[in-house]
């Protein structure tokens, strides 16, 4: 892991000389939260939050150590309190522009207390409905893909079944935020012609009564990212799901085994870290005002041949790069 870590320090500093603004960088962060679901995105314009953990003030806490100091949007993907537990610190911790959520609200005090203080705090609120979109900067587009105009009804778990889903697209990289989503929610998704997805947020924190094999041929994830506590009760991941995410080639991540995990997207090509939070968050990070400036050279930077664009084909992207690191030795 440390040499993982090292390599994409080195790959990091290499990147800063050649694209010193990170302009059209995006970072997906996994945070580590136990039993329970909170991922980041974060783009040069954009900040967004997709629910809270369940530890009351530790989602807060980790956005601070990650240099967030404010949302443009955060999401709870739907009211269960492994999702929605440290939401209310998160909302006290730090201005909000917009809350998205299922529309489905829940008994439980933890639900009413956040909906009072997004009262109390004037934030504008608004029920997430399929086809909504939200730009997040020039080369990112969320979109959410459900629930729709109705929710599902009469599903094993309905506050499951109507988890906000959203996808990310950066460019040519894609990404799926399933919140709890199950079989009936897939099978929505199926019905809407869902396409392939380079990183998977796996539903449900691994389930068995998600990401089946019809959903996994539809979807043909490159990478799948696994959000639970080691040796939880309710046994997630389930085997079999992880089994058939293997079969179908996917990469798994979890943050059982892998702690906090971060997904790097030049709108070309993903990179995925992993490691504690004090290691991810001490990187090199262009959106973390409290991460280290990244090495100044000790010669002229160097100039690339051509300059990178966004149209680049991956091969030149990789060979240039490659260069510039070399050319750093
Ligand atoms: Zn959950």
Known sequence: MHRQLLKYAVAFAALCVAIPAWAG????DMLDVGQGDSLLIR???????????????????????????HLDLVVATHPHADHIG????????????LYLDSGLPHT???YLTLMQA???????????????????????????LHPGENHLIGTRSDLNSNSVVLRLDHEDVSFLFTGDAE?????????????HIDVLKVAHHGSGHSTSDAFIRATTPTYALVSCAADNRYGHPAPATMKRLRQAGTQIYRTDLSGHI?????GDTAELLEGTLGQIA??????????????????????????????????????????????RR
Do not use: C, H, W
């Not at 009262?119 to 979109?143: F, H, M, P, S």
């Not at 990244?294 to 300059?307: G, H, I, N, Q, Y």
């Not at 990789?318 to 690191?325: F, L, Q």
């Open 108 to 110: 439980t005090q933890t």
């Open 262 to 266: 971060r997904v790097l997207s030049d």
């Open 43 to 69: 783009t040069a314009d954009k900040t967004v939050l997709i629910d809270a953990g369940i530890k009351k003030a530790q989602v807060a806490s980790q956005l601070r150590r990650l240099g967030v100091d």
């Open 25 to 28: 960088m995006l970072v997906v």
């Open 183 to 195: 079989d009936p929610t897939e099978q929505t998704l199926i019905r809407s012609n869902i396409q």
């Open 86 to 97: 440290g939401m209310t610190e998160v909302l006290n911790a730090f201005d909000i522009d």
């Open 118 to 144: 997004i009262e109390a705090k004037g934030i504008t609120y608004r029920t997430a409905n399929v086809g909504l979109q939200l730009k997040l900067g020039d080369e990112a587009t969320l979109t959410v």
């Open 282 to 327: 001490g990187m090199v990070d262009p959106f973390n005002a409290l991460a280290p400036v990244a090495p100044t050279p000790t010669s002229a930077p160097v100039a690339l041949a051509e300059p990178l664009t966004k149209k680049q084909p991956r091969q030149q992207k990789n060979a240039a790069r490659k260069a510039t690191r070399e050319a």
